[in-house]
């Protein structure tokens, strides 16, 4: 119930093409769905997130989409860039509850 | 102001021997987290400090594996008698401590058990 589930491992996009990563949850009581960047060499760093009161947000060229009924949320990077190249997970947590639970990442690579 | 900071960079070491690595949280910050990141792979949950509860010590993989932190700050990770499985990136992460709890990591240490 605590895990999040994170597709797919590995992702390839053409420059300017359109990336997109899936995540589904299992708890309810999760409210809180953010989007970690991790670049080699760094630690993650927040990107972009969501609460289940909203379908979708969007931030410049990311935008997370959000399906409560189904417990699945994507994050959609339009026009890629390489310098999207990064590792991304997904995570979620609930508001009363500080141990955010990440998925296992995706690895996305832009091709110039 | 600053981020979050961890030291040493980078730390090899001997099988068998000790090694303490250290993360000085973002100020006023009143959580504190420690990841394990093996290479190419996910973000592995350690140990949770909240202000002065008891840590969450549920992701410590071995009694080789302990943390504390002083005066609700520094944060020192200690691997007792290292094997070379333990090499791998030690991630700190620091947050306000109330919601939506966002999590800023610092660089992390890179760990070669030799």
């Known amino acids: 119930q605590q895990q999040v589930k994170q597709s797919p491992q590995s992702l390839i996009v053409q420059k300017g093409g359109i990336s997109i990563i899936n995540c589904a949850y299992e708890?309810?009581?999760?409210?809180?769905f953010p989007w970690y960047q991790q670049f080699p060499g760094k630690g993650p760093a927040l990107l972009i997130a969501?609460?289940?009161?909203?379908s979708e947000k969007k931030e410049g060229r990311f935008t997370i989409s959000f399906n409560k009924s189904a417990k699945q949320f994507s994050l959609h990077i339009m026009d890629s860039q390489p310098g999207d190249s990064a590792t991304y997970f997904c995570?979620?947590?609930?508001?009363?509850?500080?141990?955010?639970?990440f998925g296992k990442g995706t690895r996305l690579h832009i091709l110039p | 102001g600053a981020g979050v900071s961890q030291s040493p960079s980078n730390k090899v070491t001997e099988k068998g021997k000790d090694v303490e690595l250290r993360c000085d949280p973002i100020?006023?910050?009143?959580?504190l987290y420690w990841y394990r990141q093996s290479l190419g792979q996910g973000l592995e949950f350690l140990i949770y400090?909240?202000?002065?509860?008891?840590?969450?010590k549920s992701g410590l993989p071995s009694d080789r594996f302990s943390a504390e932190r002083t005066g609700g700050s520094v944060s020192t990770l200690t691997i007792q008698r290292t094997q070379q499985e333990d090499s791998a990136v030690y991630l700190c992460?620091?947050?306000?401590?109330?919601?939506?709890?966002?999590?800023?990591f610092g660089p992390g240490t890179r760990l070669t058990v030799t």
């Open positions: 995570a979620a947590n609930g508001d009363r509850d500080d141990k955010i639970i």
């Open positions: 708890n309810t009581a999760f409210d809180y």
């Open positions: 969501i609460r289940p009161d909203v």
């Open positions: 100020s006023g910050h009143t959580a």
């Open positions: 400090f909240q202000g002065n509860s008891a840590p969450d």
């Open positions: 992460a620091s947050s306000q401590g109330l919601a939506p709890y966002e999590q800023y």
